[in-house]
């Protein structure tokens, strides 16, 4: 179960593979058999009703949740595949380099903007500094721990926070918080960023900082990106493929212009035969957004 | 005059009693910062660092006379190091896996361990106070006056003391700098404020929390060592009351907080002090506890420390 996606090109090689991801909790079934391929250097976006299983499928691949079945294969170039559903949570960051935010906001909040952005790089400094052994007496230390800083000023640059660097992180207005989350997540280096409704409480113009800055991140860094969001604006502007969830199954799976025009996907969103269920500002995310996708719905 | 020198007199023993319980309050606040609970065996970790400092000068003693200040580098490493591994092995098997379960269950468990290594040393060393010579001799008169009698009346500044507080003030700043300038300080900053999103970015949040009760306990080492000198003697109970007291330290300086932790013990080696010079000798733990009391009424958030804000 590794066909290409459907009405999309060839992509770039696969980074994440999830076969048959089922999660149960009890007779609950959350994510029923559920597979798809987030290729590297591209943005994969989970999208689909509230309760979904979007969030649980974030989970799994984070380590919070041990799949009941399934398997997620990450596979980096040069690398023996790694299975993300065997690993304990804190290695999953460390050895498999998967980044993830949350829907609420996760900052330290009453550690600097610069610490936060640091101590995303412990392991690296930890080794340097012989386990804080030498760390104490500033031997060898000192260099790792610059480059640690440069990094996380490069990230600060990039969002626009660098004369804030010494302030609490609290102290940020909300989008500025959502942005140095995922600064954050960048400065652990890592080959896939997992973001969980990033956009979620952003005005328009917040908003579309945010999707410069993850194109930014794909296009420069890199990495494979996957992304869970409500916001249509977000998903279909700077999505390369869309992954549908409905009821915990996966009901379409392609690029955006393919999922805009997807029956199935239609019908979830509207229901059969009644469009006036469409929540208002989904309707209108739909209709606006390119003329193609807008003559399916209508 | 004779006020004045009563007073300095009285300063300088109430600064050395309050290193041992700012040293000791360390241990309290940290593991209450990063999860949340009192770790009440802590008083015991202290009382083992006394008798390991007892045995080391003993053995050092049998080995023949080591220049003094080796044989201290040599105990207070060795102290260090053994409840090192005695606050591991705490935080390892009776802690960790009590780690989700409601906040009473750890508490029991703390309590519970710190009857269990009372009795252990009790049946180890026996009951009986174990007593070391003073190591440390001599020191300089600060103050020569007569007292209300017309006696002479000297306050000196001894060299243990001068010691002690040189000591205390080091490892402070070490301490300080290891917290705040380091990966280690910083990772367990993060825990402290969310563990869950720490172990994303990939910190070892079990490593972390083995490593704050080691810190944790070798500073009650520390304090071992300052109680052997100062006291010369030591048993296997002279861990509850200096653990509590160490613990009142904490809160009033505000649990949680480090700084807090080390103006809470100076204060309360202070207020014990004053209150046994200036009004009564045998009531000088009442005093302390008062303090508690009143600080848990008025100011439960103690001197230093923040409210603790409900997390959604």
């Not at chain 1, 398997?71 to 993300?84: D, S």
Request: charged content about 20%; aromatic content about 8%.
């Amino acid at each position: 179960m590794t066909g290409p996606a459907n009405g999309h090109g060839p992509g770039e090689r696969p980074l994440l593979t999830v076969e048959h991801l089922t999660m149960r909790f009890g007779g609950l079934v959350a994510i029923d058999d559920v597979s798809f391929q987030a290729a590297d250097r591209e943005i994969t976006a989970i999208i689909g009703p509230n309760g979904a299983g979007k969030t649980t499928v974030f989970n799994c691949l984070t380590g919070f949740y041990k799949p009941t079945v399934g398997r997620l294969t990450l596979e980096l170039e040069g690398h023996p595949p790694i299975f993300l559903e065997r690993m304990e949570g804190f290695r999953i960051a460390s050895r498999a380099r998967v980044a993830r935010t949350f829907q609420n906001i996760r900052l330290f909040p009453k550690m600097t903007l610069l610490e936060n952005l640091v101590v995303a790089q412990h392991n690296k400094l930890m080794r340097a500094s012989g386990y804080t052994v030498r760390g104490l007496f500033g031997f060898g230390y000192r260099q790792e721990e610059e480059k640690a800083v440069d990094r996380a000023r490069y990230w600060l640059e990039q969002i626009g926070l660098v004369d804030r660097a010494d302030d609490d992180a609290d102290s940020l207005p909300y989008g500025d918080q959502r942005r140095l989350e995922i600064a954050r997540a960048m400065c652990t280096e890592p080959v896939l960023l997992c973001l969980d409704e990033p956009a979620a409480g952003l005005n328009p113009r917040e908003s579309a900082d945010l999707n410069d800055l993850l194109t930014f991140i794909r296009n420069e860094h890199r990495i494979g990106i996957l992304l869970i969001e409500h916001d249509m604006s977000v998903v279909m502007q700077i999505s390369d493929r869309i992954v549908v969830l409905d009821y915990g199954r996966k009901i379409s799976d392609g690029d955006p212009e393919f999922v805009r025009q997807d029956p199935a996907v239609i019908r979830a969103y509207l229901g059969e035969e009644e469009e006036e269920d469409l929540p208002d500002i989904v309707k209108q995310d739909l209709s606006t957004d390119g003329a193609g996708g807008a003559g399916a719905l209508s | 005059m004779y006020h004045v020198a009563y007073f300095l007199d009285q300063l300088i023993n109430g600064v050395t009693l309050g290193a041992i319980y700012g040293l000791v309050a360390i241990g309290y606040t940290m593991v209450y910062g990063i999860i949340g609970m009192i770790n009440f065996a802590h008083g015991e970790i202290f009382m083992i660092g006394t008798f390991v400092s007892l045995i080391v000068f003993l053995l050092l003693g049998l080995a023949g006379g080591v220049w003094l200040p080796l044989a201290i580098l040599i105990v207070l490493l060795a102290a260090m190091l053994f409840t090192a591994i005695y606050g591991w092995t705490l935080e390892r098997v009776a802690y960790r896996r009590l780690r989700a379960s409601p906040r009473l269950a750890a508490l029991i468990t703390a309590i519970g361990m710190s009857i269990f290594l009372q009795n252990y040393v009790q049946l180890l060393q026996g009951a009986r106070n174990k007593p070391l010579p003073p190591q440390i001799t001599g020191g300089v008169e600060v103050v020569n006056t007569t007292n209300r009698a017309g006696e002479a009346y000297a306050v000196s500044l001894s060299f243990l003391q001068i010691l002690i507080i040189v000591l205390t003030i080091v490892l402070m700043v070490v301490f300080t700098l290891l917290i705040t300038r380091t990966a280690l300080g910083r990772a367990q900053r993060a825990c402290e404020q969310d563990r869950g999103m720490a172990a994303l970015l990939g910190i070892n949040v079990d490593r972390t929390i083995s490593l704050t009760f080691v810190i944790g306990a070798s500073l009650a080492a520390v304090a071992g060592l300052i109680f052997m000198l100062r006291y010369g003697a030591t048993d296997f109970f002279v861990g509850f009351l200096t653990g509590l007291k160490a613990f009142t330290a904490a809160v009033l300086g505000g649990i949680g907080s480090l700084p807090g932790a080390m103006l809470g013990g100076l204060l309360i080696g202070l207020i014990e002090v004053f209150f046994a010079g200036y009004f009564n000798l045998e009531y000088k733990d009442v005093a302390t506890f008062t303090i508690l009391v009143l600080v848990l009424i008025f100011r439960p958030t103690g001197l230093l420390g923040k409210p603790d804000i409900e997390k959604v």
